[in-house]
């Protein structure tokens, strides 16, 4: 996968799982703010992720996450890391 085959996979996933409509979802956005996630919800992406992605998320990752892009690039980045 590309990384913008990751980054659009991503945003379906979220919107979809969120019942946020894909347009709000943007490099920019603030993730917890658009998708209304409180702690419980960042269970949720923790288990769509392992799910989709087939790799695990811990607490420390989050650190430093505000933005989709921060996401992104969080995601793309564990996906590299785990094709070595």
């Known amino acids: 996968m ?23 979802i943007t490099p920019e956005g603030q993730l917890k703010e658009v998708l209304g996630l409180d702690s419980l919800d960042l269970v949720d992406v ?10 695990t998320l811990k607490g420390p990752d989050f650190v430093g996450i505000r933005t989709f892009d921060d996401f992104d690039n ?3 980045g564990k996906i590299r890391q785990q094709e070595k």
């Open 74 to 76: 969080l995601i793309i």
């Open 46 to 55: 923790v288990v769509l992720v392992e799910q989709n992605f087939g790799i």
């Open 2 to 24: 590309t990384d913008q085959q990751i980054k659009d996979k991503i945003k379906e996933v979220l919107a979809e799982e969120f019942e946020v409509d894909a347009e709000t």
